[in-house]
Each structure stands twice: as C-alpha cells, then as structure tokens.
C-alpha cells in the first residue's frame, strides 16, 4: 500500500497544455505502441523556454510479451529518465514539469494507493522521487486528436518497436499468463471433445462452445433441465426409453409414426412438427442443425404442449389430432395422438424430473 502521490494527475484537463504559459514549463510527450509481437515505448521532451522542437526524443524496444499497458507504463519510465538525462546535461533548474501519456488507464493505476504489478510499482516510485524534487504533473491528452507532442511520440514509439535496438525485457504481464493458460486448456478440451463419441451431443456442438452456458443458464432449472435432455438425447422419449428398457412394444414417434421418437427427430425432421419448424427456427426438414443455431429459438420450438407431454408418465387419448397447422391453436389441454406404451411407473430406471426442486 502506497502513501499519497507526491504528483497531481490530471484527467479532465487533457486540453491545458495548449494553455500553457511559454517558457514556465517542460513538457514530455510518452506513448506505448504494439503491432503483432513488435513493441515499443516512447518518450519526447519539449523546453519551451528554449524551443518550441522536441530536445529529446527517444524511446526502447520492448518483449514481445509485453503488453500495450506495460508499453504505457515504460514510456512514463523512460519520461523520468529523459528528466534526469536533462538535469544532469543541460544544467536546466527543474520547477515545473507535465508528463502527458494518452492512456487514462495508466493515470487511475498510478494513483492507486494498492499496487501489484512490478513494473507499476516502478513507475510509481520513479514519480514519487521526481515528484518531491518539482512540481510535477500526470496529464491525459487524447490520442490522435493533433497534438503535436502526442504525434511525435506515437510515431518514436512504433519506429522503435520495428527498430534493431537491443530488447529490453519486461516482466511477464498475469495477463499473458492467464491467457496462455486459458488458450492451452481450450485446445485441449477442444481436441478431447473432437476425440470423444458423444454422437447426438456433437451433432448441435461439432466443437467447444465456451460461452453456451451464459445463454443456457438466463432460464430456470427446469427449462434449463428440458433443454439439457434434448441437446444431448437423453430424453425420455421412446427410442431412450427402450434403451433403457428393452421390453417396451415399440420406439416410434407417437406424432408421425414414421421415424424413432428421438430427440434429433422431434427438433429436426418430424413432418407432423413441419410448419412449427419453419415459424421459429427457419426450416421444414434439416439432416443438422444451422451452423448459427438459437438456443432460445429451440426453447420456444420446444414450449408446445404436444412436444411436451411426450416426457409425461400419463397414457394420453390416442383419438386427439394435432392440428395440420402446426401453430399455436392446440387446445385440448389433456392429450396426444399416441399409441400404447408401458407406464412408466414400471420401468427399471430413474428419470429425470422436469418439476421443479422444492
């Protein structure tokens, strides 16, 4: 934990050097600048009281692991140091100096009284031993907005970063460590996924899709259980029914009669199902699903009461037709076309229950 800064910082004011009295202050431009694994920082020093042209302008070549935030950082190192060189050289009496840098990020880090990045904390201490010598100040100028000082430390930050200077090394940013981690493990499970046979699970997810669960879990668990079950095939549907119990008469679609009732046939080919298909998720018949398919399109294909009471332990009336529209207008409330099949109340397994948990 660090005591207060020994500097101010401006934000806001990002347009006060152009306000500037000629002559009362030293400006220094710095910039961080990274393409593909070619880093740089920069740092330009102007004297007004001498000349309105950069004195000195140079900058480092950094890591390839470096972050664009350690560039920023490094650049207000390399500004301290311009400030020391131009003490030590120039015999120039310090009294006012800005440093202005065009990421906000690195003002609000600096500021911080807790810090645990290293090469913060360095930059941190080298403003704190400049600050109680003058009169400094952290400004905001904003990028690419034609400031001249911002220009000119934009342009020294890439020429070094494609320079043939010798590299500086930076530490390694927990960035880049967490997302070495995070990209390793992810082509990992991907290949174990690819490897796996999960056949009816596959067929919705040919490869990882990390972020399926943030869509997944906007429902309550009993939608989110209903979707699980038919996502991966096992649903209580005849054909995983009889699987599970091979004395049942039949596996068939209690719909069509015209394929097994699985889940792949009820959300993809059942012709009794068509017109459905068609309104919510955009076909008649598909071999596969979409590429850009929607889990919240196959949860309201699947909120239709004749989809529904396929999973339910009662025997409904065979004698009840869905209408040949498909649409919304089903409106006996008590059953399906079906044909008979062993209650469940007999069957050797367990299912899942779709109520929910108390």
């Known amino acids: 934990k660090y005591p207060p800064p020994s500097y101010r910082t401006e934000i806001d004011l990002h347009q006060s050097f152009l306000n500037r009295d000629p002559g009362e202050e030293i400006h220094i431009f710095t910039d961080g600048s990274k ?10 020093l102007y004297d007004y009281k ?29 500004a301290c140091q311009v400030i020391r060189h131009y003490t030590d050289n120039y015999s120039r009496n310090l009294s006012n100096i800005k440093i202005f840098t065009d990421s906000q990020a690195v003002i609000k880090s600096l500021n911080n009284r807790h810090i645990h990045s290293l090469s913060t904390a360095r930059a941190r201490n080298a403003l704190d031993h400049l600050g109680r010598k003058c009169n400094l100040t952290i400004s905001w100028v904003k990028g690419h907005s034609g400031c001249e000082g911002n220009e000119v430390a934009d342009n020294t930050a890439r020429h070094y970063s494609y ?6 090394q930076t530490p390694v940013a927990k960035t880049i460590v967490y997302n070495d981690i995070t990209e390793y493990f992810q082509n990992y499970w991907n290949q174990y996924w690819k490897n796996v046979d999960l056949s009816q699970s596959k067929i919705w997810f040919p490869e990882v899709k990390q972020d399926f669960y943030k869509q997944l879990f906007k429902y309550q668990k009993e939608t989110v259980s209903l979707l699980v079950r ?11 029914n009889q699987l599970v119990n091979p004395d049942l ?8 009669e015209d394929d097994r009732e699985r889940a792949i046939h009820i959300i993809l080919h059942c012709p009794r199902l068509m017109i459905r298909r068609q309104n919510i ?12 398919w929607n889990i919240h399109k196959i949860k309201e294909f699947l909120d239709y009461k004749p989809i529904l009471e396929l999973e339910k332990d009662e025997n409904p009336n065979p004698n009840v037709q869905i209408p040949n529209d498909q649409g919304s207008n089903y409106s006996d409330s008590n059953s399906i076309p079906s044909t008979p099949s062993t209650p469940r109340s007999t069957r050797n397994y367990h299912p899942i229950s779709t109520s929910p948990s108390p």
Do not use: M
């Open 281 to 292: 998720l955009g076909y008649y018949h598909s071999d596969t699903p979409p590429s850009n």
């Open 35 to 44: 393409s593909d694994n070619n880093v740089g920082c920069s740092a330009v």
């Open 163 to 168: 320079s043939d200077y010798e590299i500086l």
């Open 249 to 256: 008469p039949s596996n068939y679609c209690r719909l069509c």
């Open 230 to 240: 038919y996502l991966t095939g096992f649903v209580h549907l005849r054909r995983q």
């Open 50 to 78: 001498v000349t309105n042209y950069p004195i000195i302008q140079t900058g480092e070549r950094l890591s390839n692991n470096t972050t664009v935030y350690q560039a920023e950082i490094f650049g207000i190192l390399k």
